[in-house]
């Protein structure tokens, strides 16, 4: 059974830093791209980042770009979203996606096949 599981979120100061993870089962993170998404409220969800399967491609958004890396440890069958220097506009929920690489554009919602159930990321002073 595919499942992937979020965790991380929380609340934090502007400037401050998170850890997002996804732990995925019932697939191997070499046969999939994995990718992050949020969404805020009253918005469409959007691509944050991804990471291939192939080649452990990085693939960021223009506004997290420089603040946001993505990683993953095959041995923990876990990709991370580290998010630095966050900001209020970050606030969303923050989904992990696996689609069967490799994906014709990684920022299309659509192309991704299982879906975690999110984790709130809350920036706020």
């Known amino acids: 059974q595919v499942q992937l599981v979020e965790s991380g979120g929380g609340l934090v100061q502007p400037g401050g830093s998170l850890r997002l993870s996804c732990e995925v089962s019932?697939?191997?993170?070499?046969?999939?791209?994995i990718g992050w998404f949020r969404q805020a409220p009253g918005k469409k969800r959007e691509g944050v980042s991804c990471?291939?399967?192939?080649?452990?491609?990085?693939y960021y958004a223009d506004s997290v770009k420089g603040r946001f890396t993505i990683s993953r440890d095959n041995a923990r069958n876990t990709v991370y979203l580290q998010m630095n220097s966050l900001q209020p506009e970050d606030t969303a929920v923050y989904y992990c996606?696996?689609?069967?690489?490799?994906?014709?554009?990684?920022?299309?919602?659509?192309?991704?096949?299982?879906w975690g159930q999110g984790t709130q990321v809350t920036v706020s002073s």
């Open positions: 996606a696996a689609g069967e690489g490799p994906l014709l554009n990684w920022r299309w919602v659509s192309l991704y096949d299982h």
């Open positions: 019932g697939f191997t993170l070499d046969e999939n791209d």
């Open positions: 990471i291939s399967s192939y080649e452990r491609r990085t």
